[in-house]
């Protein structure tokens, strides 16, 4: 089935006498019971930490968005990284990480995992089947994003899981960019596929969450033990919204991934520009790896300009009228940030110039594109 009906019709009450279209919101800590004996049965939800039908469902959609066989809901997009690499490590353990990881999963890597005695050793994102190298009797978990924040190169997917695989070592991918839409890494023999719900499925700007989908049912019993024991919850009402964003969420993808292909061709053709990163052109490093595995792009890349003054850079930003400067993508609206003030790498060349990012949202394209193109103007 594809998935526009796919999220059509998964995670929906069954059609009775009158039912509502959507699951009931039930909000609830205390759960009640009509016989003490049902208190500590395991087989049911005792308490609201358990969730409710409305998880339930959320739950479904997730694992149907990448036929995976466990899904978990967490209450953002970086709790779900985390909290799929502390279900997977322990004290002594080595976690390979991406060079082009999100920022924040870097700095947890970095400072945090020390603290249970967790090293991390950052690769180079091109390192393909190379990674089995760096892969010791330590090694846990590789932590996967492709493609990378910021600076978007394009991971050999097939070739690191099957390097991992053998040496029994799971992996993890931070898949947000891709929604789940274009890219489906589980297939590519991934372990665990983290999101940040808060940008596709959210959609509005107005909320955060994450889901963890697992590929089997193991890595999933492991997950939901972690999150049991350290006692993540989301709300009902936040996993209704993630809910009720999935309905739409193909045409907004749609919609919103066009538009950044076309700004992407168009900008590539720009003066002030030096180069777009975006694995859907021709001109990127990953591109035949991109068309090999993904099917498709998303709403986000990068374009890295003609040397210029970091003050005609935030002249350039502040110049765009309709994109908003704000952190995240995914929304309805169009966003764009300069990068290089967060910009860490350990395994890439200094960029030519200064990085910005574009979001694209719902917005008319030709109408955004006129947009930056009144603000190039100010970069003369
Ligand atoms: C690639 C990626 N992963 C994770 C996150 C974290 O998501 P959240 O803001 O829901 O914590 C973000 C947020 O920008 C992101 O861009």
């Not at 991971?155 to 789940?180: F, Q």
């Not at 908003?324 to 609206?333: A, D, F, P, V």
């Not at 955004?368 to 603000?375: F, K």
Request: with cysteine.
């Amino acid at each position: 089935m594809k998935k526009e009906t796919l999220f059509t019709h998964t995670g929906r009450p069954k059609a009775g006498l009158a039912t509502t279209v959507n699951p009931d919101i039930s909000r609830a800590s205390t759960l009640l019971f009509d016989r003490a004996e049902d208190l500590y049965r395991g087989d049911i939800r005792t308490y609201g930490r358990h969730g409710s039908d409305v998880h339930d469902q959320l739950k479904k959609a997730f694992m149907a968005l990448e036929s995976g066989a466990h899904a978990a809901l967490l209450p953002s997009g970086h709790s779900a990284t985390t909290t799929a690499i502390l279900a997977m490590v322990k004290t002594g353990d080595n976690v390979l990480l991406t060079d082009g990881a999100y920022g924040p999963t870097r700095a947890f890597c970095q400072s945090y995992l020390p603290k249970i005695g967790v090293t991390t050793t950052l690769f180079d994102p091109h390192i393909g089947e190379d990674i089995v190298e760096l892969i010791t009797d330590k090694t846990s978990v590789i932590l996967l994003e492709s493609p990378s924040s910021l600076t978007f190169e394009i991971h050999d997917l097939p070739a690191m899981t099957k390097a991992a695989k053998a040496a029994g070592v799971t992996t993890i991918i931070d898949n947000t960019w891709s929604g789940g839409i274009s890219l489906n890494p589980l297939k590519l023999g991934v372990d665990i596929s983290v999101h940040a719900a808060t940008k596709y499925f959210g959609g509005h700007g107005d909320l955060l969450y994450g889901a963890i989908i697992s590929a089997d049912v193991k890595t999933g019993a492991a997950i939901d033990a972690y999150v049991k024991s350290i006692g993540f919850a989301t709300s009902p009402d936040d996993a209704y919204q993630v809910l009720r964003g999935f309905r739409s969420v193909m045409p907004r993808f749609r919609q919103a991934e066009a538009t950044a292909m076309q700004l992407a061709k168009w900008l590539e053709g720009q003066d002030a520009v030096h180069s777009v990163l975006h694995p859907g052109l021709e001109s990127h490093p990953g591109h035949s790896l991109w068309k090999r595995d993904f099917t498709g792009g998303a709403c986000l890349f990068g374009v890295v300009l003609n040397p210029v003054s970091a003050k005609k850079v935030l002249a350039f930003i502040n110049g765009l009228e309709l994109f908003g400067i704000g952190y995240s993508y995914g929304g309805y609206e169009s966003l764009c940030i300069h990068c290089d003030p967060q910009l860490r790498r350990s395994h890439a060349d200094k960029l030519a110039g200064p990085l910005i990012r574009f979001a694209c949202g719902l917005e008319h394209a030709d109408d955004l594109q006129a947009d930056i193109a009144q603000a190039l103007s100010l970069l003369k």
